[in-house]
């Protein structure tokens, strides 16, 4: 079980380490990790090849229902390898989910490409698909099978909807759309995996999907990702450029810019361990939403992430959202009493059109993105939280709504 003096995942400024301290989310080491890494050191097997490796990739590929995985050291390389192995050109754009991590559009740029940025709908926070289908219809025209946005010229390539806080996105219509104006769909399922879409596993219904097991998601290697998919010869390509493009590993033959991007077997072998508890860990996530909602139930001004009926949401993030007059605070003031009672939450990603890295970019309003910044806020939601952790998290969000603004 989670010990409360580890030090939190993410190092951000404002965290307490250690004592009572609640963290908002971090790893849950459980099984035969020391077992597979001990093996791994015994026999030397530590880096970027080894059976570890290939054994994580072939149990990720039957998780995500896929013919093919690669494992990558993070899953912004993995992003950034999908775009690449889909045809995704420098100067073309691709549209993504605004409210998300930023990782997506970074690795969009590594491409060369522009993300257009689409807004979050309004009930379960994912990429809005009538706001995709009017960019599609409206804003750009087909010609010759190559889609080009009216305003800028660029050719329209992908749809990379981001699976945000372990909720799938209404994929059905996003698949129709790229069928219907030649695009590419790549899923970041780097919060989702476990998450599932009218039940079928996110990550492997796109084209191609990503994931992440960075030390905050449902599964870790301390760092790490995976690509995911069907199409042979892209996994060939993606396996390829993951590895420094070696066409001759004896002569240092190469064909192309390669990278090194390859997952260590070490840290693969931390993968296969908690791949082995994914389904308790899914579990507990959803037991701790449960918590949530029984405990914070008629709370004023307080609202819960939901799950659509074609959904089974991991819970990855236990995301609410605070209407500022009713609740008696608003989520900043809310997240600095926490803090003063020893409890981490975050607000949900500052939206990616509003952030400097990439101003420039196309986008439409994305008001629904900037509601859910200004008043959203995650709570602990570790797998490892203990019931009494919870209920002081509980206790102390009722506090703070019923003493109003003297509570800070
Ligand atoms: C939606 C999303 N995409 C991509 C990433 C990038 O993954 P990584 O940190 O493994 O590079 C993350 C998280 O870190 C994420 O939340």
């Given at each position: ?8 995942a993410?190092?951000?400024p ?31 097997w530590?880096s970027?090849?080894?059976?570890f ?6 149990e ?9 995985a ?6 912004t390389?993995?992003l ?6 889909a ?6 754009e ?14 969009i ?8 940025f ?5 009930e ?9 289908r ?7 025209t087909?010609?010759a099978?190559?889609l080009r946005?009216?305003v ?12 945000v ?24 399922a780097a919060?989702?995996?476990g998450?599932r879409y009218?039940?079928?596993?996110v ?7 990503c ?7 449902v ?27 070696k ?5 240092y033959?190469?064909h ?11 840290l693969a072998?931390?993968?296969?361990s908690?791949l082995?508890?994914l389904?308790?860990?899914v ?6 939403a ?10 004023p ?15 990855w ?5 605070i ?8 989520s ?13 939450s ?19 309003a994305?008001p ?14 570790s ?23 003297a509570?800070?």
């Open positions: 079980m989670m010990n409360a003096s580890r030090p939190t993410s190092r951000e404002g965290a307490i380490p250690g004592g009572d301290f609640i963290p908002l989310c971090v790893p849950e080491i459980r099984g035969h990790a020391w077992t597979y890494i001990k093996e791994c050191l015994d026999t030397g530590v970027s090849v080894g059976s490796v290939d054994r994580f990739e072939r990720i590929a039957a998780v995500a229902g896929t013919r093919h690669v494992a990558t050291t993070s899953g390389a993995a950034h390898i999908a775009l690449l192995v045809g995704v050109q420098p100067d073309d691709v549209l993504v989910s605004t409210l998300t991590f930023i990782a997506p559009a970074n690795a740029r590594y491409a060369g490409a522009w993300p257009v689409i807004d979050a709908d309004p379960y926070w994912q990429m809005d698909v009538d706001k995709v009017v960019f599609l219809r409206e804003g750009c087909l010609a099978g190559e946005n009216k800028t010229g660029r050719r329209v390539r992908a749809i990379l909807p981001v699976h806080l372990g909720h799938p996105v209404d994929l059905d219509p996003i698949l129709d759309l790229a069928r219907e104006f030649h695009l590419a769909v790549i899923e970041d919060e989702s995996l998450t009218k039940g079928r596993a990550g492997g219904l796109g084209d191609v999907g994931l992440s097991f960075n030390g905050n998601k599964i870790t290697t301390g760092g790490g990702g995976m690509l995911v998919t069907n199409n042979t010869d892209w996994a060939k390509r993606a396996r390829y450029l993951t590895t420094q493009a066409d001759d590993p004896v002569e033959e190469h192309a810019v390669g990278y090194n991007y390859r997952l260590p077997n070490v072998a931390l993968g296969v908690q082995e508890v389904d308790a860990f579990e507990a996530k959803r037991r701790i449960a918590t949530y909602v029984e405990g914070l139930r008629g709370v001004g307080l609202t819960h992430m939901r799950e659509a009926p074609w959904a089974f949401s991991t819970y993030m236990y995301t609410v959202v209407d500022p007059e009713p609740f008696g605070m608003d900043r003031k809310l997240l600095a009493v926490l803090q003063e009672n020893g409890i981490q975050r607000p949900l990603w500052r939206p990616l059109h509003a952030t400097r890295a990439h101003q420039g970019a196309e986008r439409a994305c629904v993105a900037e509601h859910l910044y200004r008043h959203a806020l995650s709570l602990p939601c797998v490892g939280a203990t019931p009494a952790q919870l209920a002081k998290v509980i206790a102390c969000i009722r506090a703070a709504s019923a003493a109003g603004p509570a800070v």
